[in-house]
């Protein structure tokens, strides 16, 4: 009796321990898809508040405020990732119509005129896109992303979101060679991902967007770009990219065909602790000419101080810049004059509470000015920027460095 009661006693304890241990199993298993299926949410943004001297007779001085803002959010479907997007910015508001000083720039338009020596203010809406990446393969996925507002697959990261000019409130001089097209308002993107390489293309609006900053500037997807990506490894990225605008410029119809290459090396160990370089060479090729652009940008982030560069030559537009007009009749080769600019700077961190940052930054801009520029612009002027730049708190993702439309956030990653 004893040994059968021992026995009885042993069977409903292995029973009971199998329950359990079953039960425990669909407990793991259904906390494994809640957190799968959970959404997983990542911010930046910044804003600079910026006292920006710009040199030569075309300069002057102002106190201007640039900002963005970025907000994502991801989860798991199936097998599948979903990604939404959203980008603003206050700049019509904190930088105004014409946007901030900065001699030798063209691009886009302002009461019917070419808005030269200044860059343009960024539209309320940057970014409103949806991402949907699904592996096809251990080493293979696919990306389908689009929205009313994004960027198609065409240039370098912009200069916005590269850590390599972190420390650089302007945009670059080539803005309109390189990442102009980084706000269009109407873009599909399909992707191919496998392993290192990354092959995209894209059909989108091409047309730059307008005056009028708050709203949305929609027209037909009749502009297309492919882009390649190459990653060796972690720290490195390659991109060519090649595109047709169909009508980009407002004052002056025509097509444009614009070709970048570019590689960066980011060397990330934490937000306060990075190395950055960017290095691209691009081409406009429109209205019986094309110009030429190439820049480097460097970081150097340890602790709580920061050193940043940018160095451009660019083919200017010159009598864009002399006249204040688009000419009537093109001169081809005698519009293009190689103009050089050279920016150092960095930065202090002077306070993080509650993962808040805030820094105090400057910067220094010297130019090789072409002799057929000169008389307007100065032989030898400087452009000085002192900043004070607060960011939000990051998230426990960090920061958005090297984001993209078509680059989905990763669980685990």
């Given at each position: 009796m004893y040994r059968r009661f021992v026995a009885a006693a042993a069977t409903c304890v292995l029973a009971s321990s199998v329950v359990v241990s079953a039960q425990e199993h669909q407990h793991q298993h259904a906390a494994d898809q809640d957190q799968e299926s959970a959404w997983m949410f990542m911010h930046d943004g910044v804003i600079v508040g910026l006292i920006n001297h710009q040199g030569g007779p075309r300069g002057g001085d102002e106190l201007k405020a640039p900002n963005w803002w970025m907000e994502m959010a991801s989860r798991r479907i199936g097998r599948g990732q979903l990604t939404l997007t959203g980008m603003f910015s206050l700049d019509p508001a904190t930088a105004g119509k014409a946007g901030y000083r900065e001699i030798f720039q063209v691009g886009e338009a302002l009461d019917g005129r070419p808005l030269?020596?200044?860059?343009?203010?960024?539209?309320?809406?940057?970014?409103?896109?949806?991402?949907?990446?699904?592996?096809?393969?251990?080493?293979?996925g696919l990306t389908i992303a689009g929205g009313p507002v994004g960027e198609p697959a065409l240039g370098p990261i912009a200069f916005m979101h590269r850590a390599?000019?972190?420390?650089?409130?302007?945009?670059?001089?080539?803005?309109?060679?390189?990442?102009?097209?980084?706000?269009?308002?109407?873009?599909?993107?399909?992707a191919v991902d496998r392993g290192p390489w990354?092959?995209?293309?894209?059909?989108?609006?091409?047309?730059?967007?307008?005056?009028?900053?708050?709203?949305?500037?929609?027209?037909?997807?009749?502009?297309?770009?492919?882009?390649?990506?190459?990653?060796?490894?972690?720290?490195?990225?390659?991109?060519?990219s090649s595109g047709h605008l169909v009508d980009p410029e407002q004052l002056e119809p025509g097509n444009v065909?614009?070709?970048?290459?570019?590689?960066?090396?980011?060397?990330?160990?934490?937000?306060?602790?990075?190395?950055?370089?960017?290095?691209?060479?691009?081409?406009?090729?429109a209205h019986d000419t094309s110009r030429q652009a190439v820049f480097a940008e460097a970081t150097r982030h340890?602790?709580?101080?920061?050193?940043?560069?940018?160095?451009?030559?660019?083919?200017?537009?010159?009598?864009?810049?002399?006249?204040?007009?688009?000419?009537?009749?093109?001169?081809?080769?005698?519009?293009r004059d190689p103009l050089g600019a050279l920016t150092v700077g960095g930065a202090r961190d002077i306070l993080r509470w509650k993962d808040v940052e805030a820094s105090l930054g400057g910067n220094v801009?010297?130019?090789?000015?072409?002799?057929?520029?000169?008389?307007?612009?100065?032989?030898?002027?400087?452009?000085?920027?002192?900043?004070?730049?607060?960011?939000?708190p990051a998230g426990t993702m960090g920061r958005m460095w090297n984001m993209r439309m078509g680059k989905p956030m990763m669980h685990g990653n």
């Open positions: 030269i020596d200044r860059q343009h203010p960024h539209d309320l809406f940057m970014q409103l896109a949806a991402t949907w990446r699904i592996p096809v393969s251990d080493a293979t390599s000019s972190e420390n650089v409130p302007l945009a670059t001089l080539s803005h309109h060679i390189f990442d102009s097209t980084h706000i269009a308002f109407g873009v599909v993107t399909a990354t092959l995209e293309a894209s059909l989108f609006n091409g047309r730059e967007p307008d005056e009028h900053r708050w709203d949305f500037d929609f027209g037909r997807l009749d502009s297309v770009a492919a882009r390649v990506w190459f990653r060796p490894a972690p720290a490195w990225e390659l991109q060519v065909q614009r070709t970048t290459a570019s590689f960066s090396w980011f060397s990330h160990i934490a937000d306060d602790r990075f190395t950055a370089v960017t290095i691209g060479y691009g081409v406009n090729a340890a602790g709580a101080s920061s050193w940043s560069m940018r160095a451009e030559l660019l083919q200017v537009e010159r009598d864009v810049l002399i006249e204040d007009r688009i000419p009537v009749s093109p001169g081809g080769n005698q519009m801009t010297v130019y090789a000015v072409p002799s057929s520029l000169q008389p307007t612009h100065g032989e030898h002027p400087v452009s000085v920027q002192l900043f004070f730049r607060l960011r939000p």
